[in-house]
């Protein structure tokens, strides 16, 4: 034994706290006295690397190792020798599960190697390899597959075809394919891989059974159950004939076996399997293992399948007892678990026993998906477990809605407020935690403001120089959004602003007196309402009619029509349908015929689109709007409620000027009497008799004529009208305004306004772009970031503003660029254009379109457009709106007196209700 040797075993007997300097010690004598002995100097550093790390935990930094390493790399000059310490000392970082830093090293390995080494050497390969398992565990499948790829494409060219370590390469892109759900590219990768184990290595090698087995999966995924099943009993019979009796991998076999068993209603041999690998693993495994609790969890599917449902939720808890002990607090396994418990209790007819499960699983899973989401890069997205977070809300909103359930407990009402939003686009959450941050955080957060900007203004610039730094900026903005999403910071400031989870004491703070919230939940076929007054008065109700979204559809047809009056039974008839169906049942819960002045609403699915305040009361004296019983105004979401309320208190932008901006001219050869809808001429009222014969909207897209991949819009004739009006309506008031028309109402003139403007306004065309359609525009940028998915929800709402040619992205605004602006502090954005308060309205995802970008950018409240707005009679809409508003009411006040006095008018509803507040009052 070797004196390092002797002297490391001699220190591993010290008490933890004496390792890490004894370690260190050792690590400087022998940089002096064995300068050449690098392999004992590398078993010296693993050794204060584990020392350190059981001293201070997963969360401290291993300051006393990094100042060794530094130390030997200076010895060893930081070349390629070194790059073989950091190789094998990243191993160990991620055995540890340090994946940041092991990330790190394996990033300085790489870059060594590719500095030193031929550009096609092996080690290269090994080294990209390696960075790609660590982006694994970190859940960044994407990254990973293209050092998958890159590695492979260096073994194949430097490697005889069917080199063993080229099915290595083709394995581990399979396992990066198939977390990216690509399974019938992953079972490819994995085929190839098998074909050449099989050619290179003996009959019953283990390594073979390995591939055997993700094949399997693959083809589970796939649904190829009887494939499935021959791969993985394959793969077990090799497992048993070539490792010891009792080895986890044949635990592992039988448990995947039993899966595909389960599959294919061969139930009684697939708990014979599981139970098989519970003996294994009882065997093997420490008491507490998590694959205790795993094999508990699949003898429960089993056993519900097999409708033993008392043995059931016994494995389940047997399950939920290991999960609780190993695994973190809100890991999405034990989520599962206590999801299948659960349904299981519901259908023993215990729903009030079953509740209390449903909603901590649902907890869990919505704890994992907020800002910001640390956890995901330990255990990925919940959505790779079998229970997604829209069927854990439907098994709660069921159980909760049972006649057998009474009063709701605060978690449940906490789990519902903080169901719905998109943590993909809630990363603009930063716009209020920027205004409460310090410190590195919050220099964070002031650089990435100041790349989303410059990212902005180079998507419109010409310079071939700017073009060529789109790329950089792009990775840093990856890099930056990474660093501020697992920022423990970010997390704490969530926590303390009560952003996290929406309990409803939180709530209640941001509503006012009188006020209620009603959020809605379109879960599967069912639609069921919340309701939570601004005293604390809370219900839950499942709507009983079952065509509500035909109703809706049904509706949004009639409205088409731009010259319908209130009172006109096409329309009144469907506004009355709609209003029994989802206002009556709920009217004495709001308390419509009692205290309720105020209503907050936020939709879900097909009913973010719904005009709330038109609905009408059946009512044999005529048409009696919920506008005219309670002011309303809309929200995306809980959390955007009181993300608003919060950002009622950040220092506002009163003093500085409103920007108003004005599109006039798409087409010279069309005018806005063309875009029209081709419904036929109607009588309009006296008002506007002087307007084009058939009411010409803002409407959507004009499609007839060119060949172009984008959209066709028409001129607006009102849009300088508008502008004018507000202009001086403002100026007169002693308000700053920088107001600009046709062809200044530019991108570049927007993103150079420099400070919060008090308002925005947009007078132009607002649209949601189809995916297919712009695709090709983005094929040709070819960057892997969601700004350019096209199919992205803040990629396909645009407004259009001067430039705009059809065939590319110049004068167009998406909702990525839109929610880049500093709007911290303005008061009101205006899309005085139409749809402009739709986009994408998955369920439970909130509608992601400009007006949530606004939001995310700091803007306060919103009014935007449901449908297609009148453009003869808009000046005069928005005139009499802010006007109301420098009079001192309120912008939910002025919007809602302004339409009772059109409505008062008999004007079309067109010309009013289309118009919507969304966010404060």
């Given at each position: 034994m070797s004196r390092i040797d002797k002297e490391l075993q001699r220190i591993s007997r010290l008490p933890v706290d004496r390792q890490v300097g004894a370690y260190r010690n050792l690590h400087t004598l022998s940089l002096k006295s064995e300068t050449g002995n690098y392999p004992g100097h590398e078993r010296i550093l693993e050794a204060l690397l584990r020392a350190e790390h059981a001293l201070k935990g997963s969360n401290e930094p291993l300051t006393v190792f990094a100042v060794a390493l530094e130390l030997q790399g200076r010895h060893l000059r930081r070349g390629v020798v070194f790059a073989g310490f950091l190789n094998n000392l990243a191993t160990v970082l991620a055995e540890l599960r340090r994946f940041d830093e092991a990330l790190e090293m394996r990033g300085e390995t790489l870059a060594t190697r590719r500095a030193a080494l031929p550009h096609r050497d092996p080690l290269i390969a090994d080294s990209?390899?390696?960075?790609?398992?660590?982006?694994?565990?970190?859940?960044?499948?994407?990254?990973?597959?293209?050092?998958?790829?890159?590695?492979?494409?260096?073994?194949?060219?430097?490697?005889?075809?069917?080199?063993?370590?080229?099915?290595?390469?083709?394995?581990?892109?399979?396992?990066?394919?198939?977390?990216?759900?690509?399974?019938?590219?992953?079972?490819?990768?994995?085929?190839?891989?098998?074909?050449?184990?099989?050619?290179?290595?003996?009959?019953?090698?283990?390594?073979?059974?390995?591939?055997?087995?993700?094949?399997?999966?693959?083809?589970?995924?796939?649904?190829?159950?009887?494939?499935?099943?021959?791969?993985?009993?394959?793969?077990?019979?090799?497992?048993?004939?070539?490792?010891?009796?009792?080895?986890?991998?044949?635990?592992?076999?039988?448990?995947?076996?039993?899966?595909?068993?389960?599959?294919?209603?061969?139930?009684?041999?697939?708990?014979?399997?599981?139970?098989?690998?519970?003996?294994?693993?009882?065997?093997?495994?420490?008491?507490?293992?998590?694959?205790?609790?795993?094999?508990?969890?699949?003898?429960?599917?089993?056993?519900?399948?097999?409708?033993?449902?008392?043995?059931?939720?016994?494995?389940?808890?047997?399950?939920?007892?290991?999960?609780?002990?190993?695994?973190?607090?809100?890991?999405?396994?034990?989520?599962?678990?206590?999801?299948?418990?659960?349904?299981?209790?519901?259908?023993?007819?215990?729903?009030?026993?079953?509740?209390?499960?449903?909603?901590?699983?649902?907890?869990?899973?919505?704890?994992?998906?907020?800002?910001?989401?640390?956890?995901?890069?330990?255990?990925?997205?919940a959505a790779e477990f079998d229970e997604s977070v829209p069927d854990t809300l439907a098994l709660l909103l069921e159980l909760a809605t049972h006649p057998e359930v009474p009063e709701l407990p605060g978690d449940v009402i906490t789990a519902l407020l903080t169901y719905k939003g998109n943590a993909d686009i809630e990363q603009g959450l930063t716009s209020i935690l920027h205004a409460n941050a310090t410190g590195p955080f919050c220099v964070r957060l002031d650089e990435l403001q100041a790349l989303q900007a410059e990212m902005a203004r180079l998507q419109y610039s010409a310079d071939a120089q700017d073009l060529l730094r789109v790329q950089e900026v792009t990775r840093q903005l990856q890099q930056l959004e990474q660093q501020i999403h697992t920022d423990p910071e970010g997390a704490r400031l969530a926590e303390e602003l009560q952003l996290r989870m929406i309990t409803p004491p939180a709530v209640q703070s941001a509503l006012h007196d009188d006020e209620a919230l009603l959020n809605l939940f379109v879960s599967g076929d069912a639609v069921y309402a919340q309701v939570l007054h601004q005293d604390g008065r809370h219900h839950l109700h499942r709507y009983a009619a079952s065509d509500l979204e035909e109703q809706v559809a049904h509706l949004r047809l009639v409205l088409g029509d731009p010259g319908l009056l209130l009172h006109e039974a096409a329309l009144l008839q469907p506004l009355q349908g709609l209003y029994a169906a989802l206002i009556t049942p709920i009217a004495g819960l709001l308390g419509l015929e009692g205290d309720l002045k105020q209503l907050v609403i936020s939709g879900d699915g097909f009913l973010y689109g719904l005009p709330w305040d038109l609905l009408c009361a059946p009512d044999a004296s005529g048409a009696r709007p919920l506008l005219a019983q309670v002011s309303t105004r809309l929200v995306p979401t809980p959390r955007d409620l009181l993300r608003l309320h919060r950002l009622a208190s950040v220092p506002g932008s009163d003093m500085n000027p409103a920007v108003l901006l004005g599109v006039q001219s798409f087409e010279e050869d069309v005018d806005s009497d063309q875009e029209a809808p081709e419904n036929g001429a109607v009588n309009p009222p006296p008002e506007l008799r002087s307007a084009p014969g058939r009411f010409a909207t803002r409407s959507a897209v004009v499609m007839t004529g060119g060949t172009a991949e984008l959209p066709r819009y028409g001129n607006l004739n009102g849009t300088a009208q508008e502008i004018g009006t507000l202009?001086?309506?403002?100026?007169?008031?002693?308000?700053?305004?920088?107001?600009?028309?046709?062809?200044?109402?530019?991108?570049?003139?927007?993103?150079?306004?420099?400070?919060?403007?008090?308002?925005?306004?947009?007078?132009?065309?607002?649209?949601?772009?189809?995916?297919?359609?712009?695709?090709?525009?983005?094929?040709r940028a070819e960057r892997l970031d969601p700004r350019y998915d096209p199919a992205h929800p803040f990629s396909r709402a645009v407004v259009l503003l001067d430039g705009y040619t059809r065939r590319n992205f110049q004068g167009v605004l998406r909702a990525w660029e839109l929610g880049s602006l500093n709007l911290r502090g303005t008061e009101l954005v205006t899309f005085s254009s139409c749809n402009s308060g739709l986009g994408d309205m998955t369920a439970g995802r909130g509608v992601a379109g400009l007006s949530q970008a606004a939001f995310l950018a700091g803007a306060q409240r919103t009014i935007t457009t449901l449908w297609p707005v009148l453009d003869a009679t808009t000046p005069q809409w928005m005139g009499n709106v802010y006007t109301a508003r420098l009079d001192g009411a309120s912008w939910q006040d002025a919007v809602r007196e302004e339409k009772l006095r059109m409505l008062a008018e008999e004007q079309p509803v067109s010309a009013w209700a289309p118009f919507v507040l969304n966010g404060l009052a």
């Open positions: 990209l390899m390696n960075m790609a398992l660590v982006l694994s565990d970190l859940r960044r499948f994407d990254e990973a597959l293209l050092g998958h790829q890159e590695a492979l494409a260096i073994k194949r060219e430097g490697l005889p075809a069917g080199h063993p370590d080229i099915a290595i390469s083709l394995n581990n892109l399979g396992t990066a394919l198939y977390e990216l759900r690509r399974f019938d590219e992953a079972l490819e990768k994995h085929e190839e891989a098998l074909m050449i184990q099989r050619a290179a290595l003996p009959d019953g090698d283990p390594r073979i059974a390995n591939i055997l087995n993700n094949l399997g999966n693959a083809l589970y995924e796939l649904s190829r159950f009887d494939e499935a099943l021959e791969k993985h009993e394959e793969a077990l019979k090799i497992r048993r004939q070539s490792l010891l009796a009792g080895d986890r991998l044949t635990a592992a076999s039988l448990n995947n076996l039993a899966n595909v068993l389960q599959k294919l209603n061969r139930l009684d041999e697939a708990l014979e399997k599981h139970e098989e690998a519970l003996v294994i693993r009882r065997a093997a495994l420490p008491a507490g293992h998590p694959l205790f609790a795993l094999s508990f969890h699949n003898l429960g599917n089993v056993l519900t399948d097999l409708r033993r449902y008392d043995d059931a939720v016994q494995s389940y808890r047997h399950a939920l007892k290991i999960w609780r002990g190993a695994l973190p607090k809100h890991h999405p396994q034990t989520a599962q678990t206590l999801h299948r418990v659960a349904r299981v209790l519901g259908e023993l007819g215990q729903p009030e026993q079953g509740l209390p499960h449903a909603t901590e699983a649902l907890n869990i899973l919505l704890y994992n998906e907020q800002f910001p989401q640390i956890s995901k890069t330990l255990w990925g997205d202009s001086s309506l403002l100026t007169a008031r002693g308000r700053a305004v920088s107001s600009h028309l046709s062809p200044d109402a530019s991108e570049q003139t927007l993103l150079n306004i420099g400070v919060a403007p008090w308002v925005l306004h947009f007078s132009t065309h607002s649209d949601v772009w189809d995916a297919e359609q712009t695709r090709p525009l983005y094929q």
